[in-house]
């Protein structure tokens, strides 16, 4: 069975808070983000990294390929609603905790509107704070491919997005 190594390990812990962000940009919902995230791990330690990858961006890669995967099941399979959604209203929230929600709700609509490929290519470059080269590499497309896509993504939310209405 492949292992990884000591800085393998190392730098895929540094990198577990990045990818699982990286995870729920991609799932849109916080049980999907984990449930992804656990199964790219596990795929890394099952499969391993080659030696000469760059454990972030290959973790990246297997992250996306495993989404695309789940993306390609779910088409087969009859999904049901998340019951994610009521568990969240069970909590308490203070009014700007309802008002920090409504604008990331807002943002997160927004940003599922955009093609899958601006998505993730916004994501990686503003959220996770990957350069275009970074972006690219996971992605496998070239740098302009990248640019681009944020271009477009970034015009499309500012026709989309519209903050909520402060009382």
């Not at 995870?23 to 199964?39: E, F």
């Not at 099952?46 to 989404?67: D, F, L, Q």
Request: some cysteine.
């Amino acid at each position: 069975m492949p292992s990884l190594s000591d800085s393998q390990r190392e730098a895929l812990m540094a990198e577990l808070g990045g990818l699982r962000r990286f995870c729920y940009s991609l799932t849109g919902n916080a049980a999907d983000a984990d449930d992804l995230l656990q199964a790219t791990v596990e795929k890394l330690l099952n499969k391993g990294i080659p030696a000469e990858a760059h454990t972030a961006k290959w973790s990246y890669r297997v992250c996306k390929n495993v989404w695309i995967d789940e993306l390609r099941s779910r088409e087969v399979r009859q999904r049901y609603p998340s019951i994610a959604a009521e568990d969240a209203e069970e909590t308490h929230s203070t009014e700007t905790v309802a008002a920090g929600e409504q604008a990331l709700d807002a943002v997160s609509k927004a940003l599922e509107q955009l093609p899958d490929e601006q998505r993730l290519a916004l994501t990686l470059v503003t959220v996770e704070g990957k350069s275009y080269a970074e972006a690219a590499e996971i992605l496998e497309v070239p740098v302009g491919t990248i640019m681009s896509r944020i271009a477009r993504a970034r015009k499309s939310l500012l026709q989309i997005y519209s903050p909520p209405e402060a009382d």
